[in-house]
């Protein structure tokens, strides 16, 4: 995945009160790495989350950033990743 998209750190966001998600993220290796507000909106009938200033902040609860580097990653699940760029190209 990682050498393929070529990204050194895959990220996601969750919202901070779900435990069932966030424990599954954490065994797979992402770690916390912030908070972020979130204001709630309503726009027919549609439910909508936007990250804002913590002052604007509106949902009583936040987004919780997790990231998980390429290189732990490699440490948790040794042999699942292709250390070289050119692993998938051919020819």
């Known amino acids: ?3 393929r998209l070529e990204i050194e750190t895959a990220e996601l ?11 599954l993220y954490r ?5 916390a ?9 309503e726009e027919e009938g549609t439910v909508k989350y936007s990250v804002v200033d913590r002052s604007q902040a509106n949902a009583g609860f936040d987004y919780l950033k997790m990231e998980l580097p390429a290189e732990r990653f490699r440490q948790l699940h040794p042999g699942a990743l292709p250390i070289s760029r050119n692993a998938y190209r051919t020819g």
């Open 27 to 31: 065994r797979l290796g992402f770690a």
């Open 33 to 41: 790495a912030e908070s972020l507000p979130l204001r709630r909106t």
């Open 1 to 3: 995945m990682f050498s």
């Open 13 to 23: 966001q969750v919202f901070a009160h779900n435990e069932k998600a966030i424990g």
